[in-house]
Nanobody
Framework: QLQLVESGGGLVQPGGSLRLSCVASGSTLDYYAIGWFRQAPGKEREGVSCISGSGTRLEYADSVKGRFTISRDNAKNTVYLQMNSLKPEDTAVYYC????????????????????WGQGTQVTVSS
Protein backbone atom coordinates (compact mmCIF):
# COMPACT_ATOMS: atom_id res chain seq x y z
CA GLN A 1 0.00 0.00 0.00
CA LEU A 2 1.47 3.29 -1.10
CA GLN A 3 1.63 5.98 1.58
CA LEU A 4 2.39 9.65 0.99
CA VAL A 5 3.56 12.25 3.48
CA GLU A 6 3.79 15.95 2.64
CA SER A 7 6.00 18.47 4.40
CA GLY A 8 7.39 21.95 3.89
CA GLY A 9 4.31 24.06 4.44
CA GLY A 10 4.24 27.11 6.66
CA LEU A 11 3.63 30.82 6.91
CA VAL A 12 5.32 33.03 4.32
CA GLN A 13 4.97 36.64 3.27
CA PRO A 14 3.65 37.56 -0.17
CA GLY A 15 6.41 37.25 -2.72
CA GLY A 16 8.16 34.59 -0.70
CA SER A 17 8.96 30.98 -1.51
CA LEU A 18 8.37 27.52 -0.10
CA ARG A 19 9.34 24.04 -1.24
CA LEU A 20 6.92 21.25 -0.51
CA SER A 21 8.03 17.63 -0.41
CA CYS A 22 6.01 14.49 -0.87
CA VAL A 23 7.74 11.34 0.34
CA ALA A 24 6.37 7.95 -0.60
CA SER A 25 6.69 4.64 1.19
CA GLY A 26 5.37 1.17 0.53
CA SER A 27 6.30 1.18 -3.14
CA THR A 28 8.67 2.83 -5.57
CA LEU A 29 7.26 5.79 -7.48
CA ASP A 30 8.62 4.93 -10.91
CA TYR A 31 5.21 3.99 -12.34
CA TYR A 32 3.16 6.53 -10.46
CA ALA A 33 2.08 9.88 -11.75
CA ILE A 34 2.07 12.39 -8.92
CA GLY A 35 -0.15 15.40 -8.55
CA TRP A 36 -0.21 18.35 -6.21
CA PHE A 37 -3.63 19.66 -5.24
CA ARG A 38 -4.81 22.37 -2.90
CA GLN A 39 -7.95 23.20 -1.02
CA ALA A 40 -8.75 26.58 0.45
CA PRO A 41 -11.49 27.02 3.08
CA GLY A 42 -14.91 26.83 1.50
CA LYS A 43 -13.55 25.87 -1.89
CA GLU A 44 -13.22 22.65 -3.85
CA ARG A 45 -9.92 20.85 -4.07
CA GLU A 46 -8.16 21.92 -7.23
CA GLY A 47 -5.26 20.62 -9.25
CA VAL A 48 -2.04 22.63 -9.06
CA SER A 49 0.50 20.54 -10.94
CA CYS A 50 1.30 16.99 -11.93
CA ILE A 51 4.26 15.00 -13.20
CA SER A 52 4.61 11.70 -15.01
CA GLY A 53 6.52 8.74 -13.60
CA SER A 54 9.45 9.46 -15.90
CA GLY A 55 9.43 13.12 -14.93
CA THR A 56 9.25 14.17 -18.56
CA ARG A 57 5.66 15.36 -18.74
CA LEU A 58 4.58 18.22 -16.51
CA GLU A 59 1.32 20.11 -16.23
CA TYR A 60 0.41 23.26 -14.33
CA ALA A 61 -2.77 25.11 -13.50
CA ASP A 62 -2.89 28.51 -15.19
CA SER A 63 -2.92 30.21 -11.81
CA VAL A 64 0.57 28.91 -10.92
CA LYS A 65 2.34 28.77 -14.27
CA GLY A 66 5.67 30.56 -14.16
CA ARG A 67 5.69 30.55 -10.34
CA PHE A 68 5.55 26.88 -9.31
CA THR A 69 7.84 24.07 -10.44
CA ILE A 70 7.20 20.39 -9.92
CA SER A 71 10.02 17.86 -9.93
CA ARG A 72 10.76 14.37 -8.73
CA ASP A 73 13.65 12.25 -7.53
CA ASN A 74 12.62 8.63 -7.92
CA ALA A 75 15.79 7.43 -6.21
CA LYS A 76 14.56 9.23 -3.09
CA ASN A 77 10.91 8.36 -3.70
CA THR A 78 10.17 12.06 -3.41
CA VAL A 79 8.30 14.67 -5.41
CA TYR A 80 8.77 18.38 -4.87
CA LEU A 81 6.76 21.51 -5.49
CA GLN A 82 8.85 24.67 -5.55
CA MET A 83 6.58 27.65 -5.02
CA ASN A 84 7.91 31.13 -5.77
CA SER A 85 6.30 34.57 -5.84
CA LEU A 86 3.61 33.36 -3.50
CA LYS A 87 0.35 35.27 -3.28
CA PRO A 88 -2.32 35.37 -0.57
CA GLU A 89 -4.63 33.45 -2.89
CA ASP A 90 -2.18 30.52 -2.77
CA THR A 91 -3.17 29.97 0.86
CA ALA A 92 -4.57 26.45 1.19
CA VAL A 93 -3.89 22.96 2.40
CA TYR A 94 -1.67 21.31 -0.19
CA TYR A 95 -1.97 17.59 -0.89
CA CYS A 96 0.09 15.25 -2.99
CA UNK A 97 -1.53 12.26 -4.63
CA UNK A 98 -0.46 9.28 -6.71
CA UNK A 99 -2.00 7.19 -9.46
CA UNK A 100 -0.49 4.11 -11.09
CA UNK A 101 0.41 4.61 -14.71
CA UNK A 102 1.91 1.74 -16.71
CA UNK A 103 2.96 4.36 -19.24
CA UNK A 104 5.73 6.35 -17.52
CA UNK A 105 5.04 9.36 -19.76
CA UNK A 106 1.41 9.66 -18.69
CA UNK A 107 0.00 11.99 -16.07
CA UNK A 108 -3.24 13.75 -15.23
CA UNK A 109 -4.37 16.77 -13.25
CA UNK A 110 -7.84 15.28 -12.77
CA UNK A 111 -8.18 14.67 -9.03
CA UNK A 112 -10.82 11.98 -9.60
CA UNK A 113 -8.22 9.68 -11.13
CA UNK A 114 -5.88 9.66 -8.14
CA UNK A 115 -5.81 6.63 -5.88
CA UNK A 116 -3.55 7.57 -2.99
CA TRP A 117 -3.49 10.80 -1.01
CA GLY A 118 -1.33 12.36 1.66
CA GLN A 119 -2.67 14.09 4.74
CA GLY A 120 -1.86 17.60 3.50
CA THR A 121 0.35 20.47 4.60
CA GLN A 122 -0.86 24.01 5.32
CA VAL A 123 0.50 26.91 3.30
CA THR A 124 -0.40 30.39 4.48
CA VAL A 125 0.65 33.47 2.55
CA SER A 126 0.13 36.58 4.61
CA SER A 127 1.89 39.74 5.70
Amino acid sequence: QLQLVESGGGLVQPGGSLRLSCVASGSTLDYYAIGWFRQAPGKEREGVSCISGSGTRLEYADSVKGRFTISRDNAKNTVYLQMNSLKPEDTAVYYCAAVYRRNPWSTTINKGEYEYWGQGTQVTVSS
